[in-house]
Structures are given as C-alpha cells and as structure tokens.
C-alpha cells in the first residue's frame, strides 16, 4: 500500500526561494517603460494605439461610444493632416475634429 505523499513546509519555502531572482536582478535594458501616454491629435498617420481616457462631457462620450470609440478600443490613424482626423475602429472609418481628438487619450503601440 503506498503511503500518502507529505509536504513540509519548510521544504515548499526553500524551493520557492529558491527559484525567485536575485535582489539585484535588473530586467532587460531593451525592454520599454510604461507606454507614454499622448493625445490621439499628435498621433502620426499609420499608427496604432489604444484609447487610454476620454476627457470630455458625458453627452460627447455618449455619442462616441455610440460610434464604437470609448476607452480600451484600439484605433489606427489613417489620415492626420492638420484638421480633421480619420481613425479605423474594427471595420469602421471615422473622421473626428481636432477639438475633439485633443480630449482623448491614448497609448501608442510599438509596431511588431
């Protein structure tokens, strides 16, 4: 008959300090920070991000989610050309004024 298997927990603590890193472990100096946070408006044409916050009144919020745009959606900048600026969402194109996109918030993303 064979004996059930049991833990001590002083062994269970000497494997897990065991496998955790050194105190002056450094990550990767290649790996990047915190994404900067920037306005959708200073995005450069063909450049991916995702809405980080909307800095409007709720009626305007409204009417984007409305449109598919609210925070956490992920946009491409198709067009940014110092007035309007078209934006892909999914499988729509939608064309915001600058007084608007200087309220959203995004985050860039780094292309793969």
């Given at each position: 008959?064979?004996?059930?298997?049991?833990?001590?927990?002083?062994?269970?603590?000497?494997?897990?300090?065991?496998?955790?890193a050194?105190?002056?472990?450094?990550?990767?100096?290649?790996m990047?920070?915190?994404?900067?946070?920037?306005?959708l408006?200073?995005?450069?044409?063909?450049?991916?991000?995702?809405?980080?916050?909307v800095?409007?009144?709720?009626?305007?919020?409204?009417?984007?989610?409305?449109?598919?745009?609210?925070?956490g959606?992920?946009?491409?900048?198709l067009r940014?050309?110092?007035?309007d600026?078209?934006?892909?969402?999914?499988?729509?194109?939608?064309?915001?004024?600058?007084?608007?996109?200087?309220?959203i918030?995004v985050?860039q993303?780094?292309?793969?």
């Amino acid at each position: 008959m064979k004996t059930p298997l049991r833990s001590n927990p002083s062994t269970i603590k000497s494997v897990a300090l065991r496998t955790s890193a050194p105190v002056n472990f450094r990550p990767d100096t290649n790996m990047s920070s915190a994404p900067k946070e920037q306005l959708l408006a200073r995005l450069p044409e063909a450049s991916w991000a995702h809405i980080h916050r909307v800095s409007m009144d709720t009626p305007t919020r409204v009417r984007l989610l409305g449109m598919g745009i609210g925070v956490g959606t992920h946009v491409e900048v198709l067009r940014n050309r110092g007035g309007d600026i078209v934006i892909a969402a999914g499988n729509n194109r939608i064309s915001l004024g600058r007084s608007i996109t200087e309220h959203i918030v995004v985050h860039q993303e780094q292309a793969a």
